[in-house]
């Protein structure tokens, strides 16, 4: 089945630890993305890939950290600069056709802090 | 600065029965693709349906349709014949096509279907 897979579903993180959050998707998409949600709020965007080895900041970069050495690949790194890092992290992924660019999500990584 | 309304935080409806889901939208941008998401409790984003901002048409799939006011820079989602496994968080979304990956997202409002 074609789709995005987001790993693990659920992760802990200890203060002044860096974690990873694992995004592989099998679209032959061209384009990834990283979202943070809180609770009761709508999505922010962390970063994007439109290529790989090519990456742009979004909204709320600051305490992650990305990269795109594959098409299928784009992990997200949360480091220990970002003080409140406990959120639901969504991964997506898009290909823009006939002048749409629609995303399609995974399934999401909720992170806690310890 | 784009910007997204969704002024109904909770809303009920009962099994069967239609049900609108507001959106606002704020952009200067001429060009733009309005979304609908759904999200059910297990968190996963699901892509609803598109309108183009040049579409004369609105969009429809299956028992979903977006009734859009472009003038009044609206974009509300209508549901028919609701379900109860219609019960989920929507989202209404933007994205201007001078930065297509660029994705607005509004807060979200919650649907519940009562049987």
């Known amino acids: 089945d074609g789709g995005i897979t987001q790993s693990p579903k659920y992760l802990f993180r200890k203060e002044g630890q860096n974690v990873t959050l694992s995004c592989e998707q099998n679209?032959?998409?061209?384009?990834m993305y990283w979202y943070r949600q809180d609770p009761g709020q709508g999505l922010r965007l962390i970063y994007y890939?439109?290529?790989?080895?090519?990456?742009q900041k979004g909204d709320i970069a600051e305490g992650y950290s990305v990269s795109r050495e594959k098409k299928e690949s784009f992990p997200l790194t949360v480091t220990s600069a970002q003080k409140n890092p406990t959120a639901f992290y969504l991964c997506?992924?898009?290909?823009?056709?006939?002048?749409?660019?629609?995303?399609?999500f995974g399934a999401g990584t909720r992170l806690s802090v310890l | 600065a784009q910007k997204i309304t969704q002024t109904q935080p909770g809303m009920f409806v009962q099994e069967k029965e239609a049900v609108t889901l507001d959106c606002t939208y704020d952009?200067?941008?001429?060009?733009?693709?309005l979304f609908w998401y759904k999200q059910p409790s297990s968190g996963e984003m699901i892509f609803l349906i598109y309108?183009?901002?040049?579409?004369?048409q609105n969009a429809t799939e299956g028992r979903y349709s977006l009734n859009f006011q472009k003038a009044r820079k609206s974009a509300n989602l209508v549901i028919s014949a609701s379900q109860l496994g219609d019960s989920a968080m929507y989202f209404c979304?933007?994205?201007?096509?001078?930065?297509?990956?660029?994705?607005?997202f509004g807060s979200g409002t919650k649907l519940n279907v009562k049987p």
């Open positions: 997506a992924s898009s290909i823009r056709t006939g002048g749409k660019n629609i995303q399609y």
């Open positions: 679209l032959n998409h061209d384009a």
């Open positions: 890939s439109q290529i790989v080895n090519d990456f």
């Open positions: 952009t200067s941008d001429p060009s733009y693709g």
């Open positions: 309108q183009g901002s040049y579409d004369q």
């Open positions: 979304a933007m994205s201007p096509a001078n930065n297509f990956n660029k994705f607005y």
